[in-house]
């Protein structure tokens, strides 16, 4: 109920805005709305839509495999962390464009650079949270599935996953929300489809409506994911924690 | 270390060790163990007692195999299968009581896991979770998934520990009947002397850090047999052995 009131407000201030500032600078909701079904209608948004989805989810798989084997060797061992440690800074403070615009001059501009750019950016986030979820295991249960012989694939599904699986949660969810906004910049630098590059086009023709029209409906669909899809996930790895002392 | 294997002699376990020691942070020496040596046949149940923080649990991962660093040997039978029930029970918290000793005993079958459980009085707590259980109900359940792997050998590290008495009193009733049932060679750690005396054949009594073996007392009567005057004379010998 609230909820519904909130959109309410969000969409009676736009209106407010658009009759204040002009189509030019703020186009109404029932144009961008029209405007939304028209490039609906003619297949192109479900296409730079989905060829957006498929490099979010390239990049985020990419990304979460490799962070979690990282995160957790060096979570795991002194050596691998000591190591690895110096590159997790150096990637953690080398802004996205720097890598985007590196990806496309060595690579070229194609998908391989694009997702892996994108790839590049969450890595590290996603290394750090995965090494802080190693470096919490517990010890004790270690001992304990040691002592009484657990085969490694009982190990891995009942002692180590259930532990790290708020940490690849966490990290899923901050990767998401991270993922998908540099895959717009890497397509506004160097992809001629997706999301990305439609509002370069809207950007370059001074076309607010056409850019509202493209914005929205992704920026729905990934709200859609994490409310319906991540949430979830996130509450049902940490049930068993619900009402723990 | 020396992990070494007994062949088909009467000596179930035999524990020899020379010496224990940490390295601090700052890499100086902290002696935990001096020379323990004792041995265990099939079916004896040994209690390790002794001061506080002499040693006892640090003798018993030694001889769990969860600490190599020692000097000195660990002898058993390879075959033989190993339980340890630890001072904290160690459950999977995300996984219920029935869960917790499948895992840890696959090929239990439902009649001997429900049965198991009855005998513990977890009968009706087999689909709680950790957390739903007290810390008596919680050693049960570590008790239940030692058992459920039908142990040769059965480390206890200090299992009435934090328990009030008449819990404490109910769970060495129920070892008495599952050790005795069983035949399983069992080592028991703990500072409870009154548990100890009515649980083991042998008391092995350590002294101060670094421990060091100071007497092995011999309970001679079956258990449940000892009168209250021998249980208070053994228990005597053991605190002027301390």
């Known amino acids: 109920m609230w909820r519904l009131a909130s959109v309410g407000v969000f969409f009676a201030c736009w209106q407010i805005g658009?009759?204040?500032?002009?189509?030019?600078d703020l186009p109404a909701p029932i144009d961008v709305l029209r405007r939304l079904a028209q490039e609906a209608q003619s297949g192109a948004l479900f296409f730079h839509l989905g060829v957006t989805?498929?490099?979010?989810?390239?990049?985020?798989?990419l990304a979460m495999a490799i962070g979690a084997v990282i995160g957790f060797a060096m979570g795991r061992h002194r050596v691998a962390d000591r190591l690895g440690d110096p590159w997790l800074v150096l990637l953690l403070n080398l802004p996205a464009l720097v890598i985007i615009v590196l990806a496309y001059i060595w690579i070229g501009l194609n998908e391989v650079a694009a997702i892996g750019a994108v790839a590049l950016n969450k890595i590290p986030n996603a290394i750090v949270i995965l090494r802080e979820g190693a470096r919490s295991l517990d010890p004790q249960l270690d001992e304990m599935a040691a002592v009484f012989r657990f085969p490694v694939a009982t190990r891995l599904r009942h002692v180590l996953a259930p532990q790290l699986a708020p940490y690849f949660a966490a990290a899923a969810r901050s990767g998401l929300s991270l993922v998908w906004k540099i895959v717009l910049i890497v397509e506004l630098i160097g992809r001629s489809n997706g999301i990305g590059f439609k509002i370069n086009v809207a950007f370059q023709l001074f076309d607010m409506t056409l850019l509202l029209a493209y914005a929205l409906p992704f920026v729905g669909v990934m709200l859609a994911i994490e409310v319906f899809l991540v949430?979830?996930?996130?509450?049902?790895v940490s049930r068993w924690r619900r009402g723990a002392a | 270390?020396?992990?070494k294997s007994l062949g088909g002699g009467a000596a179930r376990l035999e524990v020899s060790i020379k010496s224990k020691v940490y390295l601090g942070a700052s890499g100086e020496r902290h002696d935990a163990l001096g020379e323990v040596a004792f041995a265990l046949d099939e079916?004896?149940?040994?209690?390790?007692?002794?001061?506080?923080?002499?040693?006892k649990t640090t003798l018993l991962r030694i001889v769990a195999g969860l600490d190599a660093r020692f000097e000195g040997a660990i002898s058993r039978r390879q075959t033989d299968r190993l339980a340890v029930v630890f001072q904290e029970p160690r459950l999977l918290p995300w996984r219920d009581v029935e869960d917790n000793v499948r895992l840890a005993a696959p090929g239990i079958g439902d009649e001997e896991l429900a049965a198991l459980l009855a005998t513990l009085g977890l009968g009706e707590h087999r689909r709680h979770f950790p957390r739903e259980l007290s810390l008596g109900l919680a050693r049960r359940v570590a008790l239940a998934r030692a058992m459920?792997?039908?142990p040769d050998l059965l480390l206890l590290d200090e299992p009435f520990a934090s328990l009030d008495a008449a819990t404490a009193s109910d769970l060495v009733e129920q070892i008495i009947d599952l050790v005795?049932?069983?035949?399983?060679?069992?080592?028991?750690?703990?500072?409870d002397l009154e548990a100890a005396v009515r649980l083991a054949d042998v008391?092995?009594?350590?002294?101060?850090?670094?421990?060091?073996?100071?007497a092995r007392i011999a309970i001679s009567s079956p258990r449940r047999g000892l009168t209250p005057e021998a249980a208070a004379d053994v228990t005597r010998k053991i605190r002027s052995a301390q």
């Open chain 2, 43 to 55: 079916g004896e149940v040994g209690a390790v007692v002794g001061p506080s923080g002499c040693g």
């Open chain 2, 148 to 150: 459920a792997v039908h």
């Open chain 1, 231 to 236: 949430q979830p996930l996130e509450r049902k």
């Open chain 1, 18 to 24: 658009a009759e204040i500032a002009g189509p030019r």
């Open chain 1, 53 to 61: 989805l498929l490099r979010v989810g390239a990049a985020f798989v």
């Open chain 2, 203 to 214: 008391v092995f009594v350590l002294s101060e850090r670094p421990a060091r073996l100071a």
């Open chain 2, 1 to 3: 270390m020396n992990a």
């Open chain 2, 180 to 191: 005795a049932a069983r035949v399983i060679t069992t080592l028991l750690v703990t500072h």
